[in-house]
């Protein structure tokens, strides 16, 4: 049996319908009432991109240690903001951030991905199931914060799940085609996210699982050619999916430094300096470019120390220690992603979910679990306790692939739709309706998207911060806000611990600013106010005696001042 795409002309209208409101609502939230900012992170993706293209990402990683992170699919952002400035030459004029379209490059990619949510779902569970999940795709806040931006965070949800997909179809229906298609995407998710190196022991779990009665019986029978052709046929997988992921991370690399020997490496990570003491590496020509290498020691160094990333904050609660022998040293949260997932997860899908393992409870004796639902299940669990034990805790993104797993898996609940009871039924429909206001709620600012267990929204940094909340994505919003009121003044402490500050939208040096104007209200973000980029020291006095009384698209909060507190500010008391 072979995978099958091919559905009615009705339901191929409703799906793109479906996929034009999720393009629309990445679009216009992009766009209105002000043009999102580019966030801290996505003009070091795009140069990323650039140095793909130009075939100097090792070099690049040399010279500057952030940039040893670097992934051929970033190409693709400057690829697509040339296509669309040189295809629409009067987007040049619409007095945008420089880099801005190569968002849709990532637009381009989550809509491939809501494809092969509603695909696998329909092959699961039917094709209302797929359109469930679809709904639950482009419906979920993080999704859609996530789509406009330039970085890697979607283009490795949407590989990892495409490769996962072509694994169990591969295992489920073989043929050629699958084969291909499961080795090349298996490769091509190398070259988009570092946490696709994961998918290794994903797909042993799974096969194992998968074969494990066939397995059994043929070692209690001895049946001794069901062995060797179970042997023979996963050493021709394995070796075809080195030899083609080697192929393919050289292509995405062009081949740079590739076969450099281990020792000429200047590793960061304890763990790749480590292998480098043994003899018998040392010498050994690693036959994939330089850049990919470096990656995976900056991921582990990243992952062993927290560098590069904000402190994780979770609660209340900054995460650090201070070691007797090491000093301070940063230390995550083991339950962080899930108080994340809880708290920025729509409510209504995880009610979906919970739907979801009820169902599969109440149904486990009609199940092929290891056919079906551990393709679903296992590199959801796998990858929500890796990340969990991973120092670098700055946002729910970090857990973003699991999302599309999810959805398929909770769309399971509709699978015997005309035979639920009346009031089941309504309360799915009721469900979706919630997700949808939950949505709009946000329009257009989610990045910053927290479900209703945060009643008051301006106390959303007391639960998460980070780009959870405040990725610098909304300073169009700032600079319009201190433009209109010249009676707020905009705080902030610089790398250097340099205080600087902003009135009408001029800077101001502390000792310039005259107190004839009364400033009464203090605009600050909400990873200053918490700590978390700066000492968390400079503005304790304010969090522990004052609450916001407003917030600016969620990442600024407003804070009413007295005139004592503007001279002390000032240094003018």
């Not at 398929?408 to 609940?413: L, P, Y």
Request: proline letters at 4%.
């Amino acid at each position: 049996m072979k995978t099958r795409f091919n559905f009615s002309k009705k339901h191929r209208f409703y799906l793109v319908i479906i996929l034009l409101i999720f393009m629309a609502l990445c679009v216009i939230s992009l766009f209105f009432p002000l043009p999102e900012s580019l966030n801290y992170d996505e003009g070091y993706h795009y140069e990323s991109g650039v140095e793909i293209l130009r075939g100097t990402a090792a070099k690049r990683g040399d010279d500057d240690i952030y940039h040893r992170n670097i992934m051929p699919a970033s190409a693709l952002h400057p690829l697509v903001d040339q296509t669309i400035q040189n295809i629409f030459p009067i987007s040049k004029y619409l007095n945008l951030e420089n880099k801005f379209f190569g968002r849709f490059a990532t637009i381009i990619i989550s809509v491939i991905l809501a494809i092969y949510v509603f695909i696998w779902s329909k092959q699961l569970y039917g094709v209302l199931a797929g359109f469930l999940a679809l709904i639950l795709y482009i419906l979920d806040p993080n999704i859609i914060g996530h789509s406009r931006i330039i970085t890697q965070d979607l283009f490795g949800a949407a590989s990892i799940f495409i490769a996962v997909y072509y694994f169990w179809s591969l295992l489920k229906f073989g043929g050629k085609k699958n084969l291909f298609l499961s080795i090349f995407t298996f490769g091509v998710a190398q070259i988009c996210r570092l946490t696709a190196v994961y998918l290794v022991p994903i797909y042993i779990i799974l096969g194992l699982g998968f074969y494990h009665r066939t397995i059994i019986q043929a070692i209690q029978t001895q049946n001794i050619p069901v062995i060797q052709r179970v042997i023979k046929r996963s050493i021709f997988y394995i070796l075809a999916l080195i030899l083609s992921t080697i192929l393919i991370i050289n292509i995405g690399y062009s081949f740079e430094r590739s076969g450099t020997q281990l020792q000429n490496y200047q590793f960061l990570s304890h763990s790749f300096k480590q292998l480098q003491t043994y003899p018998v590496l040392k010498s050994l020509s690693i036959p994939i470019p330089a850049a990919y290498l470096q990656a995976l020691d900056f991921g582990k160094y990243k992952q062993e120390t927290g560098f590069g990333s904000g402190m994780p904050y979770l609660l209340g609660q900054l995460g650090f220690i201070v070691d007797p022998v090491q000093g301070f040293k940063i230390k995550g949260f083991s339950q962080y992603f899930l108080i994340a997932f809880l708290y920025k997860v729509p409510i209504a899908t995880q009610i979906f979910i919970w739907l979801g393992f009820i169902s599969l409870f109440l149904w486990r004796k009609q199940l092929n679990f290891w056919q079906n639902e551990a393709f679903l299940i296992i590199p959801t669990v796998l990858y929500f306790i890796l990340m969990s034990f991973n120092t670098a805790q700055i946002g729910i993104r970090y857990i973003l692939m699991i999302f599309p797993f999810l959805f398929v898996f909770a769309s399971r609940i509709v699978t015997g739709w005309p035979a639920y009871k009346r009031a089941y039924r309504i309360l799915i429909i009721v469900l979706t309706f919630y997700l949808l206001i939950s949505n709009l709620s946000y329009f257009p600012h989610y990045i910053s998207y927290f479900n209703e267990l945060v009643i008051d929204r301006k106390m959303s940094y007391q639960v998460l911060v980070d780009s959870n909340l405040d990725w610098g994505q909304n300073k169009n919003y700032l600079q319009d806000y201190l433009q209109k009121h010249p009676n707020a003044l905009f705080i902030r402490y610089d790398g250097d611990n340099k205080l600087n500050l902003v009135i009408e939208n001029q800077k101001v040096a502390p000792s310039q600013v005259s107190l004839d104007n009364p400033i009464n209200l203090l605009v600050i973000e909400a990873n200053q106010l918490i700590g978390i980029t700066t000492d968390s020291n400079h503005f304790y006095w304010l969090r522990s005696s004052r609450q916001p009384i407003d917030h600016l698209a969620y990442s600024y909060l407003i804070f009413k001042i007295s005139s004592q507190d503007a001279a002390n500010i000032f240094g003018k008391n």
